[in-house]
């Protein structure tokens, strides 16, 4: 079991910049891929970004391309997501998820562990 938990959510204007983090606990973390995806109300679940466990590979929604990045540190089990230039559709509850290492799209087979989510509001 992998246990999940988000932070660093919060409003900020249109244009500015905020950091999601998610720290893991439970299994064997650098072998786990790790990302996020996003809720807007009224609206079906979005990819956000995907870090591959080693780190040398991500992936990035089409929607946060240029504007967001995934990192991860494998020696604290943390997972960060730096959102740059956030406009109103941004707007969403953001969470964090992990599953084994594999090469299917989370597109396709979401991943097995969420966090709760954080909640991040950009005002125009």
């Known amino acids: 079991q992998v246990q999940l938990v988000e932070s660093g959510g919060g409003l900020v204007q249109a244009g500015g910049s905020l950091r999601l983090s998610c720290a893991a606990s439970?299994?064997?973390?650098?072998?786990?891929?790790m990302g996020w995806f996003r809720q807007a109300p009224g609206k079906e679940r979005e990819f956000v970004a995907r870090?591959?466990?080693?780190?040398?590979?991500?992936y990035n929604g089409d929607s946060v391309k240029g504007r967001f990045s995934i990192s991860r540190d494998n020696a604290v089990n943390t997972v960060h997501l730096q959102m740059n230039s956030l406009q109103p559709e941004d707007t969403a509850v953001y969470y964090c998820?992990?599953?084994?290492?594999?090469?299917?799209?989370?597109?396709?087979?979401?991943?097995?562990?969420w966090g709760q989510g954080t909640q991040v509001t950009v005002s125009s």
């Open positions: 870090i591959r466990w080693s780190g040398d590979t991500t």
């Open positions: 998820a992990a599953d084994q290492t594999r090469a299917t799209s989370w597109r396709i087979l979401p991943p097995a562990y």
């Open positions: 439970g299994r064997t973390f650098s072998r786990y891929d």
